[in-house]
């Protein structure tokens, strides 16, 4: 695929194995850090509803 058909913002597109490697750590680090909420935190809430 033609990268300007690619409508992802730039922060969602992998490059290359580096780049998946690095923004994966970054989610992780965000959520050990209280600024994003994990998978399950999230889920618990949408059951609430």
Known sequence: MDNK???APE????KNK???R???EE???DTE???VCSFDEA???I???
């Open 43 to 45: 889920f618990d809430e």
């Open 5 to 7: 058909e690619i409508k």
């Open 27 to 29: 989610g992780i680090k």
């Open 11 to 14: 922060s969602l597109i992998i």
């Open 22 to 24: 690095e923004k994966l």
């Open 33 to 35: 850090n209280g600024r």
């Open 18 to 20: 580096n780049d998946l």
């Open 47 to 49: 059951k609430k509803y």
